[in-house]
């Protein structure tokens, strides 16, 4: 059992340019969220979606896009990168719909934007 | 608005004392109250889950509590050893789920 696997673990970007952070769990959690982590401001949910064609917003969706096409996947997109995105990246699923069941976290993806 | 608070921010130890951390949350209308472990660099691991009508739980030399009444949890853990030196987070759900800032606990040799 991988768990909750996240790619890249490390990414540099220029301002304006677009990528996609990883994520795939191997649990059938239904639940599966993206979270960002900064000094001084804990950790802060950007998207989470329920089920397999369900996303919802988080606290702080603005530059970040997502979808969930299988239980399996769920990669966050930048589409134009800004500095204020850089940050530690944690996808992270739980069983069922997220609200009773334990929380399942990745090793975290770093991004820097110059 | 829910707000989660841990404090101190920081502890520091001798190996062998027991370590007691906090948590406190402002409403108490909670599914559950997850505690996890944070090493530098790394994600989070998750420890100890109490679901909403639980008053504790134990996983080896963790203990956590939970008193929704007073919104307060505590994490114990015994007989503390160096790697037990980590970032110490509390996370709160009920619509969505709410991080403390965490607790970052140094156990000296």
């Known amino acids: 059992n991988a768990g909750v696997t996240q790619t890249p673990k490390f990414q540099v970007l220029k301002t304006g340019q677009s990528m996609t952070l990883q994520c795939a769990q191997d649990m059938n959690h239904e639940y599966m969220s993206w979270y960002r982590q900064d000094p001084g401001m804990g950790l802060r949910l950007i998207h989470y979606?329920?089920?397999?064609?369900?996303?919802d917003q988080g606290e702080v969706p603005n530059g970040y896009n997502v979808s969930r096409s299988t239980t399996e996947d769920f990669p966050l997109r930048l589409l134009s990168a800004a500095p204020s995105q850089t940050s530690v990246y944690f996808c992270?699923?739980?069983?069922?719909?997220?609200?009773?069941?334990?929380?399942?976290f990745g090793e975290g993806s770093r991004l820097t934007v110059l | 608005k829910q707000e989660v608070t841990q404090i101190p921010a920081a502890l520091s130890v001798p190996e062998g004392e027991n370590l007691v951390l906090n948590c406190s949350f402002t409403d108490s209308a909670i599914y559950n109250l997850q505690w996890f472990r944070q090493d530098p660099g790394k994600g989070l691991t998750s420890l100890l889950l109490?679901?909403?009508?639980?008053r504790e739980q134990t996983s080896g030399r963790l203990n956590a509590s939970l008193d929704k009444s007073s919104g307060r949890s505590t994490l114990y853990i015994a007989a503390s050893q160096p790697g037990d030196s980590a970032t110490y987070l509390c996370?709160?759900?009920?619509?969505?789920?709410?991080f403390g800032a965490g607790t970052t606990v140094t156990v000296r040799a």
């Open positions: 979606s329920v089920g397999a064609g369900i996303t």
């Open positions: 109490i679901q909403s009508s639980q």
């Open positions: 992270a699923s739980s069983p069922g719909q997220g609200y009773t069941g334990e929380l399942f």
């Open positions: 996370a709160v759900k009920d619509y969505k789920l709410s």
